[in-house]
Each structure stands twice: as C-alpha cells, then as structure tokens.
C-alpha cells in the first residue's frame, strides 16, 4: 500500500504520521523536546534538534509499517522562526522562535520610526509584534554582529526539514507573510529594499506555495531516515496553517481553532482584511487570505500548573475543574504568562490570578487557567469580527481538545459551537495531506469529517458574560504593574545571569 509521511516540528514536541490513501492514520509517533529560555524574553531552540526528531520519527514509522511504502513526505513545523545559517546550512546559533520570543521590543519601535506603521501595514498586511521576523534580524544585527555578519540563508523549522530532506532552499508564501516586513503581501514577492536593509548579505530563499513540491529525498537524507531516494517532499508550511488544513478549515468563513502549548486562531477570508491588533496572511493556497489571532500561552500554563501540582494525571486536574464549575468559586486568571501576542500586542503584560482564598482549590486554580485562555479566545473573535471577517463555522483541533471539559469552556465562554473532527492528529496530519495532493487529488473532507459539534450551554451565558467584562477590566486595571513588575524581573536576570555568549547547537 502506498502511503504519505507527515512531520511537524513543535513548540514541545515533534509528531509523525503515516497515512493511508483514504485518510486513514496508520501510525503515529511523538518526541517531546524542551526550549531554551535564556534570560526572560528569549526563547529559543537548537535546529539540529529538529533534523534528529525528523530521523527519530521517520525509522520509527517506517519499521513500524514494513507493509507499506512511503511514496511522498509531507512538513511543518512552529513559526514564524529566524534560524541564521553560514551559506552550506550550519546553524550560527539556535532559532529564535515565534511571537513567544519578546526579545526585539527596541528594534520594533526603531522600524516603527523608519518605516512607520502604517507603510508597514499598508505593504505587509500586518503591523510589527513580537511575531515578526525582520525585528529579530535587527537584534541579531544590533546584539550579535560577529553572527550576523556571517549570516548567508534564512530557515524555519519546514524549510530546514526540506534542505535537509533534498538539499533545496526555499520558504512558502505563507511563512514568508509573517516574515514582516520583508515580504510584499500584494507582490507575493519579498521586498527588495526593506529585505537589503533588514537582511542585508542574507540570500533571500525562493518562494512556493506550501504544496508544491520543493525536491526529491537525496541519498544522504535517504541513508538517515529509512526513506526511499527520489521522493517528493513538499514545501510545507507554518503548523497552525497545516492544522487548519487537516480539519478543512480553509473556505471563506471558516476558523480553526488551534489548542496546544500556545493557542491559535485562523479564519480564512474571501478578501484581504487588515487590522492593526491581529495578523493578515495570504494561505495555504494560491489567491486565499487569512486573518490570524494567537496567544502566547494556553498548554503552557496548564502544564506548569501541573507541574506545581507535583505531576498529577490531567485526567484528574480536568476532573476537579469540572467539578469546580463555570467561575471557578470567585477565580479569575489573566493568562499573560509570557505577555501576550494578539490582540494587545503586549510582550510584557503577565500572569494574574484573582480572588484568591483559602478556601480555593487546585480545581478552582486549574479551572481558572481554561477559562483564562477560553477569555482571551472571545478577545480575538471579537477582534476579528470587529475588523470585518465573517466567522461561519468554528472547527477544533490539537492535543487540548481530548477529552470535554476545555473545548466546553471555550464554547460556553465564546458563545460558538467548535466541530471535533475525527482526527485530531494536527499539523503532521495537515502535512501528510500535503504530500498526497502532490500524488494525486485527496478530498480533506472525506479523510477528516467532522465526527461530534460542542455546543454552548445556554445556563451559563450570564455568569460569562459578567466575568469577561471583568476578565477585561482586570487587565486595564492592572497593566501598569505588570509593566513594572517585567522591568524588574529583567534587572534581576541581568543582575543574577549575565547574557550567554556562545550557542551550542
């Protein structure tokens, strides 16, 4: 039987997927890795990291399935990223990593100056944020010269995993929209003049389309990962868009809704729409749009809790916070834990938690973070309707949709209902029906269908709406001493750890 591999490179773990001719998951498997936090603001991880997990999961599938053949490779991976390499592809430092990584604050404002706000939304589709790509090349450039000057091609995780995979160099479309300001959103080209003053000796990478196929496996790659030589890999792409695919989530008035480490919003549009607080992206394919929301955390804060909590089962934790029930007895998280990317654009807004008693519970707690990031959801939905998109349909994905309690939340608190599709496999799912488009024509709602539809529960529309206004209220009220309290917690990293010189890989 002939089958497609998909691979996608994550902010906590890299998953693969073999998958058949209708859809059908044969086999699956994960690595967990962990990010690098330097200094507060930093996040960052090694990319040879990427290419051992690619391996790693690659032999594993493949022995797994000795029955079948892996006709085509489908990738993707977190982004947008800013991997810095010598002109053959050896890293000169570890990627910097996605909106989570807040480090470019002063090089933002500088661009802001030099090319104002509204050329850059005018000509790139969104404004500068910790998202952006060209700010991070400016910090490079301002903070690390010798590495900048060395610098000669420009990756992310997908289009490291297809040099490695074929030895070709290129970027998709869509992740070189996010690349702001480098790329022309009305060109679908870069911008030579911003791209020679932000990247300057760096060689800009061709552009595809996250289907096309970018080469074939070489013989090396061929020797390392068990595949055969001479299969085609696809460009691939960033793996929220990926994940938006693997549900079909990419027709004018859909929205997918990413729940991971970091929680992710894609609606696709029948025009181009801009706004200042979120994020305007051309898509998977040829001619769409999209209109893009994420925070900086969701999975992240639940897995902290868990570890405070010392370890317990998430099935328990889910258990308790259910049993807490919708307001968690009085609680109220902002879930600003590594500040917060749409749609206030606030590196260095933080956490908070709210109406703390004895009495309060790990239920309560764990309860609060849901309907923490269920808040900031409705705060980009009505972001989105507000700058004019039509939300006809909303469709879940990722690993925090197993089980009921958050997807509930999420609906309860928002007011939408979210299609579950049969397989919530994500991004490595999206990837593998990449690759099997460049076979033949797979229809993603025959490989997908939507298997059950949460609905939101009528019996507690009151008491969310009052806590939203307060979930609002409470950020407005108190971000000028997260503002202060960020200040002093770079001092104190500074004072304690001075910043890190040298980068293994």
Known sequence: MSVVLG?????????????GPEGELLATATRLHQIRRPQPGHVEMAADIWWAEFVDLSRELVAARPDVRVEAVGVSGMGPCTLLTDDVGSPLRPAILYGVDTRAGKQIDALNDRYTPQAIVARCGSALSSQAVGPKLAWVADNEPEVFAAARRLFMPSSWLVYRLTGEYVLDHHSASQSTPLYDTHARAWYGPWWQDLAGQVRPPPLMWPGDV?????????????????????????????EALSVGAFRPGDLMLMYGTTMFLIC????????PTLWSTVGIYPGTRCLAAGLATSGAIT????????????GDLL???????????????????AGERTPIFDPDARGILAGLTLSHTRGDVYRAALEATAMAVRHNLEAMTDAGARIDRVVAVGGGTRGTVWTQIVSDVTGRSQQMPTHTAGASYGSAFLAASALGTPDIDSWNPVASTVQPRSETEQDYQALYRLYRDLHRATAGIAHALADRQRD????????????PT
């Open 268 to 275: 696709t549009l029948d025009s181009t729409i801009t706004s």
């Open 492 to 503: 104190s990293h500074l004072a304690d750890c001075p910043r890190q010189k040298e980068y």
């Open 319 to 337: 258990e308790e916070a259910d049993r807490s029930g919708p307001g968690a007895h009085g609680l109220l998280m902002l879930p600003y834990f």
């Open 303 to 314: 897995e902290w809790l868990r570890d405070l909590f010392g370890s317990v089962d998430f």
């Open 7 to 19: 691979v996608d490179i994550g902010t906590s773990s890299s998953q693969g997927a073999l998958v």
């Open 214 to 242: 970018a080469g074939t496996v070489s013989a090396s790659a061929a020797s390392e990962t068990c595949l055969s030589e001479g299969i085609p890999v696809i460009t691939g792409s960033v793996d929220a868009w990926a």
